[in-house]
């Protein structure tokens, strides 16, 4: 296992689309390798959610981004199957292939059962085992089509007629797939079809962090190899979150301590994981320190 470190941004849509687009901007020019945002109807956020606050929708937001950047990786981190039809999903995603050049990362995940998005969208919230069954189908159907001029497809959720999937992506076989997940049996998904696992930590302290992602670690390693499939093919992706911070719109803790940054970042590099995902700056006051890391400590880290 010998992937290239990389860094990312997790910008949340929850300005209005100039100020959105020129923090894409900004992260591309800061040298970070992936910029993402999030696949909500409404800003979903513990503890309370705020559908009355801005909110932008994800795949169009990528699709606008990809005209004002050059170079830097796009993705949604993650998109939740419940919103779209797999069918509908992967020509968003071909399309934003497209239109980028070729730098469409497509995250996937089974989304959150507290999200007021189905309620107001009159959509079924699945409960918890029914999406991880369904995500199966849903992967396996998006690899298909990306992959394939002609799909057809029939599953216990979802079905494929013969879709046509014309101009092809323009990476090959098709854009690189990352899977959201901290669950057991969502693992076996990530084993099956996943280019990247990403995880983020429940745990409070940076060592209980470690230890639940070893034991995740564990488990994909014994689902890969029931599958047949080297766990080393698969990038590990982390997201260095503090939610209470990111949910009350306060400072974010690792732009306080570079060395606390760097310690998380050399701790989880120890477990193979190779890429890490930064929450864009809530504060103001946080940005000085945000645009040091980028500048100072991410190049002396990648050396």
Not at 130 to 135: D, H, I, L, S, T
Not at 200 to 205: D, K, L
Not at 239 to 263: G, N, Q, T
Not at 264 to 290: C, K, N, Q, W
Request: charged share 25%; glycine share 6%.
């Amino acid at each position: 296992m010998n992937h290239r470190l990389e860094f990312q941004v997790l910008l949340l849509p929850n300005v209005p689309g100039e100020e959105l687009l020129a923090r894409f901007q900004h992260v591309e020019e800061l040298g970070f390798d992936l910029v993402a945002t999030a696949d909500h109807f409404v800003d979903w956020r513990y503890p309370k959610p705020s559908p009355t606050d801005p909110w932008l929708e994800g795949w169009t937001t990528l699709a606008a981004a990809a005209r004002e950047t050059s170079h830097i990786k796009l993705a949604t981190y993650v998109t939740q199957i419940p919103l779209r039809n797999p069918a509908i999903l992967a020509r968003q995603a071909l399309t934003v292939d497209q239109i980028s050049a070729g730098r469409l990362v497509i995250g996937l995940g089974i989304g959150l059962t507290s999200d007021p998005s189905y309620g107001m969208m009159g959509l079924a919230n699945w409960p918890l085992k029914e999406r991880v069954a369904r995500f199966g189908e849903y992967v396996e159907i998006i690899d298909l089509l990306l992959r394939q001029e002609t799909t057809s497809y029939d599953g216990s959720y979802y079905t494929i007629r013969d879709a046509v999937m014309i101009p092809r992506p323009i990476q090959q076989p098709r854009p690189p797939i990352a899977v959201g997940t901290i669950g057991r049996n969502m693992l076996m998904h990530v084993a099956r079809f996943a280019d990247i696992w990403n995880s983020i930590g429940r745990a409070g302290t940076l060592e209980g962090q470690l230890a639940e992602t070893r034991e995740r670690i564990e488990i994909l390693e014994e689902h890969c190899h029931a599958v047949g499939r080297d766990p080393g093919e698969i990038r590990r992706s982390y997201v260095l979150l503090d939610k209470p911070a990111r949910d009350v719109s306060d400072a974010i803790p690792y732009y306080a301590s570079k060395d606390a940054f760097v310690e998380a970042v050399e701790r989880f590099r120890e477990l193979g994981i190779s890429e890490f995902m930064l929450d864009y700056p809530v504060l103001e006051s946080d940005r000085p320190t945000f645009e040091t890391i980028a500048q100072d400590v991410i190049p002396a880290l990648r050396r």
